[in-house]
């Protein structure tokens, strides 16, 4: 069957059960645009590139499956760097198509040319520039392999113009072939078995579950682990839902923002367990004061981690779901679970007074804030409370970058896994809202709720455009401080309350006229007696996506917090507290 490139490359995507793109056309990619009109995929046109590669972020966070964008050359590719870029730092799956110049073009500066490849190396697990159409479904087969196996992440095909318009004999590979591509998913069963004896060793162990647990489906095996073993865990800012929050055993976030119990738990830990996660600079504070009497287990399916920032007793490259359940398989040979009470003890009995002192960490330092201030500003805690009460359990939750990103996972009540999805590592300002409408696309059943701010909010927000163009009813809560917040912060604690260039204005947009301008329906809560009733009237909206300009506490400050390149031990607790650390 003869088909053009474009053809191929659509039937390529048709045959790894792509359902959906987001998108938007440009010249060189002009070809592949016609024989999307016959296909069975949905694709959904962005405003601005960049949406395109949030919102295939979104859809990828909550399912798995590798989001996919498709945009043109030159300009189009560089404005989804920023995705790209995004995705790779929070390993997350996406397939992203560039346009690009005619083959005997490419080199001389012609018309929207830029060198893709090039750009984009640093910031995709692998990329390819295809130069023949007979090629097409081989790279988008290897591409959709890379991208979902070993380490998720983002890949890239920048197409040029010429090739997808060439002709091609229809064929699709039936298998992948990538000889030096080979990752391991079982970890060393030495390892594992040195492992399970510093488990069984440890008094005061702590779980250090990041991303990874998502990432490989895991959250089963953590949950089996904690069962038999009783050790507490944390779960960072990327693994957020991993392990339920109403679990006895579960201590919150670790980090810079994380829970006072979290953060002293792996400070005075004897035993590490480090699951998925790279031991970033934003949980462990000054390195060289990080857990510093603990033992470590590390658990990655990326080998480049193990040893990258902390020397571990115990690396382990594998699949966190494979190496789970073979280590769980070898402590059960060991140790009795937690639920039998067989001699001479079960482990939750040995682990007592270490749950003992962590009980007394959270009670005496349990996240707060001042539910009834003097001057009745509307407190921004208060609003993700009241969203959380009023939706249900499985409500995906969307977060930009900043205050209203840390409150959001502080105050919600994560206890279900894939219902957060925010950015981590790059921390990109103007996530939220194209992500929330890809996890809405991916998940049309659930409710979807945004918590950005402000400053984030005026970046992508014209992506509301296509939610309400497409029918994607997403739900936008605004914590409207007029500030750049987070660096508002920073600036009153660490720079003489020198507030350099934050201010935003509160009033400037109007973003209920500009909600409305954007065929979104759009209300203002300016004290904390309107909040539950707008949130109830948002709730039952269903028809068009909803944006809610919540007037908050403009001096509001998010805590706990470890300064940067501070040792954990000088964690600042909220002043209610009174005198706090480690």
């Known amino acids: 069957m003869q088909l ?4 191929a490359l659509i039937k390529s995507l048709e045959a ?7 998108g938007l056309p440009g010249g060189a990619i002009l070809p592949v645009y016609d024989p999307i009109i016959d296909s069975s995929i949905r694709h959904i046109l962005v405003r601005h590139e960049q949406g395109a590669g949030h919102a295939a972020e979104g859809y990828a966070q909550v399912t798995g499956r590798p989001g996919v964008a498709m945009v043109t050359s030159g300009p189009g590719a560089t404005n989804i760097v920023t995705a790209l870029c995004n995705a790779y730092m929070d390993s997350t799956p996406l397939v992203v198509i560039t346009g690009q110049v005619a083959t005997k073009a490419i080199g001389t500066d012609a018309f929207q040319e830029c060198d893709t490849t090039g750009i984009t190396m640093s910031t995709t697990k692998h990329n390819w520039l295809v130069s023949k159409a007979e090629d097409i479904p081989r790279v988008i087969s290897e591409a959709f392999y890379v991208a979902t196996t070993g380490r998720p992440g983002p890949v890239l ?10 002709m091609m004999e ?16 079982e970890g060393d069963p030495a390892l594992i078995r040195e492992a399970a004896r510093l488990v069984s060793e440890a008094s005061r162990p702590v779980i250090y579950a990041g991303g990874g647990v998502l990432k490989a489906r895991a959250t089963a095996e953590l949950a089996e682990l904690v069962e038999m073993t009783g050790i507490p865990v944390t779960t960072t800012l990327m693994a957020r839902g991993c392990f339920p929050d109403d679990h006895p ?25 480090a699951i998925g996660s790279r031991f970033d600079d934003r949980v462990t504070g000054k390195v060289s004061a990080f857990a510093p009497n603990a033992k470590v287990i590390h658990i990655d399916i990326d080998p480049a981690e193990l040893g990258k920032v902390r020397r571990a007793e115990a690396p382990i490259a594998g699949d966190c779901k494979v190496v789970l359940s073979q280590l769980i398989s070898a402590l059960g040979e060991i140790l009795p679970r937690a639920s039998e009470p067989r001699e001479p003890e079960a482990p939750s009995s040995r682990l007592g007074p270490w749950h003992s002192e962590i009980d007394e960490w959270r009670a005496r330092y349990p996240l707060t804030y001042d539910r009834e201030p003097p001057d009745g500003a509307l407190k921004p805690q208060y609003v993700v409370e009241c969203i959380r009460s009023t939706v249900p359990d499985d409500t995906i939750l969307v977060a930009g970058v900043g205050q209203h990103q840390m409150w959001a996972s502080q105050y919600w009540r994560f206890n279900k896994p894939y219902t957060w999805v925010n950015s981590g590592g790059l921390g990109t300002m103007g996530f939220a809202v194209p992500a929330a409408i890809g996890a809405k696309v991916a998940k049309p059943e659930a409710m979807v709720w945004a918590i950005d701010g402000d400053g984030c909010f005026q970046m992508t927000a014209q992506e509301l455009i296509t939610a309400a163009s497409e029918g994607i009813p997403v ?3 605004i914590l409207n401080n007029a500030y750049l917040g987070m660096v508002r912060q920073w600036q009153e604690m660490f720079y003489a309350e020198r507030y350099s260039e934050v201010y935003l204005s509160p009033d400037l947009p109007d973003y209920v006229l500009w909600a409305e301008a954007m065929g979104c329906t759009g209300f203002r809560v300016e004290t904390s007696e309107e909040v539950p009733s707008v949130i109830e009237k948002a709730n039952q909206i269903d028809d068009r996506p909803v944006v809610i300009d919540f007037r908050t506490d403009v001096f509001e400050k998010v805590y706990p917090m470890v300064p940067a390149g501070a040792s954990n031990d000088d964690i600042i607790v909220d002043p209610a507290h009174g005198e706090g650390g480690a």
């Open 4 to 7: 053009t490139g474009a053809q």
């Open 16 to 22: 790894q059960g792509v359902e959906v793109m987001f």
């Open 157 to 166: 095909v920048d197409l040029p113009k010429d090739v997808s318009s060439s």
């Open 170 to 185: 229809w064929y699709w590979p039936e298998k992948v072939d990538l000889p030096g591509y080979r990752p391991a998913t």
């Open 249 to 273: 055993r579960c201590l919150g976030m670790p980090g810079m923002h994380g829970t006072y119990a979290a953060v002293t738990a792996i400070q005075r830990s004897d035993l590490l367990i």
């Open 475 to 477: 739900k936008i809560a």
